[in-house]
């Protein structure tokens, strides 16, 4: 198909959903989803509260692999429907979004990508910590444990630990011994802070707060198997007076 007969089609637009909150969708994705003819959304993590009164046809994604997917998308695309495909938190993390814009690469047909609130945010933010304390940390890693996706062995967990920064780690909860055993290998000290957020800004939303000797315990009688955040790192420890030089009287103020 010629990039000129596809000139004029509306671009199909992944958009971020955020981590469950219908509020803490951006404008743009609820003026996309409210005008869309049809939404493809992942249905394991999107809160389905997002599309409730809005005209397009609604497709869960989960039982689909990617060509079902894209046999949904393309056909609707070319018939210059308005498409939306809607991810979890933000589309650029662990969203599987790459084979989806590269089949439209070759497809000559046009995308966007709406950025979303990542649950590794709304994670902090449930937890009111902020991830990069002076003289403590300037670093977040988003990282995960190796699963059914292999993660590269110069990125393995004990590897990143030993950096000391603050960690978000996806996709991981239930596997959070062996998490554990990776971040004390690394270097935390059993004493380091860690939390655990359960469905982050959901009204069903837990959070668990303890140190690597004690969290598996927790997440273990919590019952907490998925959709969950581990935050780990001295950041989280609110003990610290460290503050930032950005307000100090003295400081100059064009960067506030
Ligand atoms: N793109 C998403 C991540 C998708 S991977 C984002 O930016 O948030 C799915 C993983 O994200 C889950 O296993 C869990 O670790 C995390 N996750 C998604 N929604 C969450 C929520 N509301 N609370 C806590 N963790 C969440």
Redesign the pocket.
């Known amino acids: 198909m010629s990039q000129e007969k596809n000139a004029g089609l509306i671009p199909i637009a992944f958009v971020?959903a955020?981590?469950?909150d219908p509020e803490l969708l951006t404008l743009k994705g609820r003026r996309l989803l409210d005008s869309a003819d049809l939404v493809v959304y992942?249905g394991s993590?999107v809160n389905p509260a997002l599309l409730t009164g809005i005209a397009a046809q609604c497709h869960d994604s989960a039982g689909l692999d990617l060509t079902a997917i894209m046999d949904l998308m393309i056909p609707a695309c070319r018939a210059g429907k308005r498409v939306v495909r809607l991810?979890?938190?933000?589309?650029?993390?662990?969203?599987a979004i790459r084979e989806q814009m590269q089949w439209l690469d070759r497809e000559k047909l046009p995308y966007e990508v709406v950025p979303?609130?990542?649950?590794?945010?709304?994670?902090a933010a449930?937890l009111r910590r902020e991830l990069t304390v002076p003289e403590q940390t300037q670093t977040v890693i988003?990282t995960?444990q190796a699963g059914r996706t292999p993660v590269p062995e110069r990125e393995a967990l004990p590897k990143l630990a030993a950096i000391g920064a603050s960690m978000c780690?996806?996709?991981?909860?239930a596997m959070i011994k062996e998490v554990v055993a990776d971040l004390l290998a690394g270097g935390y000290a059993p004493s380091t802070p860690v939390a655990v957020?359960?469905?982050?800004?959901?009204p069903d939303?837990r959070i668990l707060r303890g140190t690597l000797a004690d969290i598996t315990t927790q997440v273990v009688a919590a019952d907490i198997r998925?959709?969950?955040?581990?935050v780990v790192g001295p950041a989280l420890d609110d003990a610290s007076q460290a503050a930032s030089r950005l307000y100090a009287e003295d400081f100059s103020h064009g960067c506030r």
């Open positions: 971020g955020g981590p469950g992942a993590l991810h979890t938190g933000d589309p650029a993390l662990y969203g979303g609130v990542s649950s590794a945010f709304a994670a449930t988003l995960r780690i996806f996709l991981s909860v957020v359960e469905k982050a800004s959901w939303e998925k959709t969950a955040m581990i």
